[in-house]
C-alpha cells in the first residue's frame, strides 16, 4: 500500500545544517531509505523560512529550492511533482515523488511576480501564513486578529489561475472564512487536527472541516502530539479518534495525513518517523475496509492532486 504525506520539514533542517544529507537518521524524521522503506508515492516537502531568520527575502527560498534539487531530487528513484502526468509516472514506475511547497509566503515581501518563478520551479501548494500574521493575512497567533489585505487577495487569485493548490492549515478563522468566499478551487489543510477532541488553536473546528468536504478539498491529520491530545504523550489509537471523527461527518474521502515530521519537537509514541507509517497502516486495517485505508494513506490525496495539479 503507497503513502502520501502532506507536509514534513526536512528541508529546513537540511538548510539550517549543511552537514546534515538525506539519509542521516540521526538527524532526520524523513530520510530517503525510510521513504523508500515505507513504500511512499509522494512525500510534500516545505519551504519553511524560520521565524528567527530575520528579513527573509527570495534568497532563503532559493537557497531552499537549491537543496531540494541537490540533496533530494539527486537521488535516482525521486521524481519532482509538478503536474499530474508525473504523480501518474510516480504510481505506474514505482517512483517516489517529492512536490516542493511553501509554507508562508513572507519572504516574498509582496511580490505578486515571484509567484510565476515559483511555479517555474516547481512550487505547487502554498500555505499564505505561518502562525502569524503578514503582509498577506493573518495566522492563528496574529493578536490583531484582521483578515486578508488587498495583496493578499490577489495572491489567491493568481496561485488559482497558475495551479498552484492554497493550504489553509495556518490561517485564523477569520482569514479562513474570508478565504472560502473569494477562492475558487478546491484547498487543503495540509497538516492539522480536530479541535472538538484537542483544542488547540492550530487544529479545525467542526464547520472548517465540514467546509473542506463540502468543496472537495482533503484534511492531512497531523503527528504532532499537543495537536493530537494536548500533551507530550500520544499514541496512534489517540490518532484513530480523529480519523473516526472526520468520517462520521462524511469526510472518509477527504482524509490523509499531513505529519509535520522533522518540523515537530515531540513525536508520538509509535509514529516516531516516516519508517513507522507501515505501524499505522497494521493499525488502520483492524478497524477499516482496506480500500478505505488505501484512501487514508494515499489514495485521497492522489486523487485531489490528480484532479488539481495542471495538465503538463
Known amino acids: 500500500m503507497k503513502i502520501i504525506d502532506a507536509h514534513c520539514d526536512v528541508l529546513m533542517k537540511m538548510y539550517e545544517n549543511e552537514n546534515i544529507h538525506f539519509d542521516h537518521h540521526l538527524f532526520l524524521d524523513v530520510t530517503k531509505s525510510r521513504l523508500l522503506k515505507s513504500n511512499t508515492l509522494m512525500q510534500c516537502f516545505a519551504i519553511y523560512i524560520s521565524e528567527q531568520i530575520n528579513n527573509p527575502n527570495i534568497d532563503h527560498i532559493l537557497q531552499y529550492v537549491y537543496i531540494f534539487h541537490d540533496k533530494v531530487l539527486k537521488h535516482n528513484n525521486f521524481i519532482h511533482i509538478k503536474n499530474k502526468s508525473d504523480l501518474k509516472y510516480a504510481l505506474t514506475k514505482n517512483k517516489t515523488g517529492a512536490m516542493l511547497t511553501l509554507e508562508g509566503v513572507d519572504a516574498l515581501g509582496g511580490n505578486l511576480t515571484y509567484l510565476r518563478i515559483l511555479y517555474e520551479l516547481g512550487v505547487r501548494c502554498i500555505g499564505i501564513t505561518w502562525n ?18 488587498l495583496k493578499g487577495k490577489k495572491l489567491v487569485e493568481i496561485c488559482n489561475d497558475l495551479g498552484i493548490v492554497l493550504d489553509v492549515s495556518h490561517l485564523n478563522e477569520k482569514s479562513f472564512w474570508d478565504f472560502t468566499s473569494f477562492t475558487n478551487k478546491p484547498f487543503i489543510a495540509s497538516h492539522s487536527n480536530v479541535f472538538d477532541l484537542c483544542n488547540h488553536v492550530r487544529n479545525l473546528k467542526k464547520n472548517q472541516i465540514t ?13 504532532y502530539p499537543r495537536f493530537v491530545n494536548n500533551s507530550e504523550d500520544a499514541y496512534i489509537s489517540d490518532l484513530l479518534k480523529h480519523i473516526e471523527y472526520v468520517c462520521e461527518l462524511g469526510g472518509e474521502h477527504h482524509l490523509g495525513f499531513g505529519s509535520d515530521f522533522d518540523g515537530i519537537d515531540q513525536c508520538m509514541n509509535d509514529l516516531r518517523h516516516t519508517g513507522d507509517y507501515i505501524t499505522l497502516k497494521e493499525t488502520l486495517l483492524k478497524y477499516y475496509p482496506e480500500n478505505i485505508v488505501e484512501g487514508f494513506m494515499y489514495k485521497n490525496w492522489f486523487d485531489f492532486f490528480e484532479e488539481n495539479l495542471p495538465n503538463n
Open 132 to 149: 502569524y500574521g503578514n503582509w498577506a493575512a493573518d495566522g492563528v497567533l496574529e493578536p490583531r486578529g484582521s483578515s486578508f489585505s
Open 211 to 223: 467546509e473542506i468536504i463540502k468543496i472537495n478539498g482533503r484534511i492531512g491529520l497531523c503527528f
